[in-house]
């Protein structure tokens, strides 16, 4: 008969044998927001294929919006396309930097984090990196931003060309 194995350290302090937290009460790299959370690696990163679904969710969002403003600026294309583009980037900037996932990752549970930090991203980040998104996704008719998108599937951090830009990667939660 095997001797069950030791229970885990109490909550509230680090394990036993822990070496004590970095200098400036920073959190560790790759822990999520609250700590005590698993360190980021392969086994923990989103699903590639799951993650072109949940972009595809936030294009269909998007694309609504996008139309509606189109529509109601129909005579001047220009301005339409520059808020649209607006609009797009800060929906991104406040879902991945406050909640660290847009409303097309939610369903998955995935969550942008910084790769220095492990927290979400800054709002700098997240804009940037939805920034890019945008291109991609504009891009994706003629290829290249396929390319973008697609480049997570032969990544080994699965990252997309976004989430290299901006210095991020997806998790599972």
Not at 6 to 13: A, E, Q
Not at 58 to 67: E, F, K, M, P, T
Not at 126 to 132: C, H, Q, S, T
Not at 156 to 169: E, L, R, S, Y
Request: net charge positive; with cysteine; proline share 13%.
């Amino acid at each position: 008969m095997q001797n069950p194995p030791p229970p885990p350290p109490p909550s509230g302090g680090p394990p036993p044998m822990m070496p004590p937290p970095p200098s400036g009460g920073g959190m560790p790299p790759m822990m999520p927001p609250g700590g005590g959370g698993a360190m980021a690696v392969p086994g923990n990163l989103a699903s590639p294929g799951m993650r072109i679904v949940g972009g595809l969710i936030d294009v269909v969002i998007l694309a609504v919006v996008n139309g509606i403003i189109s529509t109601i600026l129909q005579k001047a294309t220009g301005l339409a396309g520059l808020i649209n583009i607006v609009i797009d980037v800060a929906y991104f900037g406040y879902f991945w930097s406050s909640r660290g996932a847009s409303i097309g990752m939610m369903p998955f549970g995935f969550k942008v984090r910084d790769m220095q930090t492990g927290q979400y991203p800054t709002m700098g980040k997240a804009a940037l990196r939805g920034f890019i998104w945008v291109l991609e996704v504009g891009f994706t008719v003629c290829i290249i931003g396929a390319v973008g998108w697609l480049w997570q599937l032969w990544d080994p951090q699965k990252q997309a060309i976004h989430d290299k830009v901006a210095g991020t990667i997806v998790t599972t939660n």
